[in-house]
């Protein structure tokens, strides 16, 4: 016999997850655009803030939803 869960609103809120979603795609987008602009700054502008430019262009390759 199979049995039904019952799942209530308050359990399963399909609001809260369109939210989570959201804030995710948001967070990509800004990886994505902080990424990209790490990789076009001058070698002297990243030596100020301590990174190699090698370490520039490792970051800016990496996937947006990579951490």
């Known amino acids: 016999m199979i049995r039904a869960l019952p799942i209530t609103i308050r359990e ?4 809260q997850v369109f939210v ?8 990509w987008q800004v990886r ?3 990424r990209h602009h790490l990789g ?6 990243l030596r ?3 990174v190699t430019v090698e370490q520039a ?3 800016a ?3 947006f939803w990579w951490h």
């Open 12 to 15: 399963f809120d399909l609001g």
């Open 20 to 27: 989570k979603a959201a804030k995710t795609l948001r967070q």
């Open 32 to 34: 994505a655009e902080q």
């Open 40 to 45: 076009e700054l001058d070698p002297h502008v």
């Open 48 to 50: 100020d803030i301590g």
């Open 57 to 59: 262009k490792a970051e």
């Open 61 to 63: 390759r990496k996937p």
